[in-house]
């Protein structure tokens, strides 16, 4: 080996691994902690049970709000704020760009309920996007378990999860167009 090479080996290379972009690294580390989710949200944030959200490919921005309101108390569920009590910001931003970056799965909805709920759901996607897939602080809402959706309407209709925008939106909607809507974004 000549000094040329020595010298590329000792002041190059680790140039090289030192300027890796870093929202690669951040979802790597998110990956990581993401061990701690998988067994409620699933292998790479497909969840089996409708009770726990699907991640996979969910704004990474509305992730980070979630996260962090969890950890504040302002959204309630006792296995999510527990879990969330131990992360530090680094942790929630790297797990947000972990699944957000992830391919988007589709939990499905009962057919007749969901050609119900598209008729309904023209309303929603100026906020959540023309496709249901979400954009920033509005989450994705296609391929969600219905279960889940329906249940999170409820919690903004009845106030114990809070949001300006959904609760007025849904203040005067029946009950069974919830089912019929979640269905429809379900089946995305
Ligand atoms: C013991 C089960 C459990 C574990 C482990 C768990 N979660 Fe959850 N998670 C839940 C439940 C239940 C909900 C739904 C809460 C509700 O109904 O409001 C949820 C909701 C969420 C939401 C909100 C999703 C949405 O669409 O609004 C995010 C984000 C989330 N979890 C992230 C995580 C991350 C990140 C981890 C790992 C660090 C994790 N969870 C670990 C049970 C769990
Ligand atoms: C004016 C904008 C706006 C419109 C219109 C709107 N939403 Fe939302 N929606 C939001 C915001 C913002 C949030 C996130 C609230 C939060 O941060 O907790 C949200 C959250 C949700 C959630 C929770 C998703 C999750 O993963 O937990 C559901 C379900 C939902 N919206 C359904 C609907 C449906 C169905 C409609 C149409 C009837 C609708 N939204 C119309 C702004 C809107």
Same mark, same amino acid.
């Given at each position: 080996?000549?000094?040329?090479?020595?010298?590329?080996?000792?002041?190059?290379?680790?140039?090289? $691994?030192? #300027?890796?972009?870093?929202?690669?690294?951040?979802?790597?580390?998110?990956?990581? @902690?993401?061990?701690?989710?998988?067994?409620?949200?699933?292998?790479?944030?497909?969840?089996?049970?409708?009770?726990?959200?699907?991640?996979?490919?969910?704004?990474?921005?509305?992730?980070?709000?979630?996260?962090?309101?969890?950890?504040?108390?302002?959204?309630?569920?006792?296995?999510?704020?527990?879990?969330?009590?131990?992360?530090?910001?680094?942790?929630?931003?790297?797990?947000?760009?972990?699944?957000?970056?992830?391919?988007?799965?589709?939990?499905?909805?009962?057919?007749?309920?969901?050609? #119900?709920?598209?008729? @309904?759901?023209?309303?929603?996607?100026?906020?959540?996007?023309? #496709?249901?897939?979400?954009?920033?602080?509005?989450?994705?809402?296609?391929?969600?378990?219905?279960?889940?959706?329906?249940?999170?309407?409820?919690? $903004? @209709?009845?106030?114990?999860?809070?949001?300006?925008?959904?609760?007025?939106?849904?203040?005067?909607?029946?009950?069974?167009?919830? @089912?019929?809507?979640?269905?429809?974004?379900?089946?995305?």
């Amino acid at each position: 080996m000549n000094s040329l090479q020595q010298a590329f080996i000792l002041f190059f290379l680790p140039a090289v $691994f030192l #300027t890796l972009p870093v929202s690669a690294a951040d979802s790597a580390a998110g990956e990581q @902690k993401a061990n701690s989710c998988a067994g409620c949200h699933g292998q790479k944030g497909s969840s089996t049970n409708a009770q726990w959200p699907n991640l996979a490919a969910q704004q990474s921005t509305y992730l980070v709000n979630q996260l962090k309101a969890f950890k504040a108390g302002d959204r309630i569920n006792p296995m999510m704020q527990s879990m969330a009590a131990n992360l530090a910001n680094d942790d929630i931003n790297n797990l947000a760009a972990y699944f957000s970056s992830l391919a988007p799965v589709k939990a499905g909805g009962n057919p007749a309920l969901a050609k #119900t709920g598209e008729s @309904k759901a023209a309303m929603c996607l100026g906020c959540h996007g023309a #496709t249901a897939g979400g954009n920033g602080q509005f989450p994705r809402l296609a391929g969600q378990h219905p279960d889940y959706l329906e249940q999170q309407l409820k919690a $903004f @209709k009845d106030g114990s999860r809070k949001s300006g925008p959904m609760q007025a939106i849904i203040a005067n909607m029946p009950e069974t167009d919830f @089912k019929a809507l979640a269905a429809y974004f379900g089946s995305l």
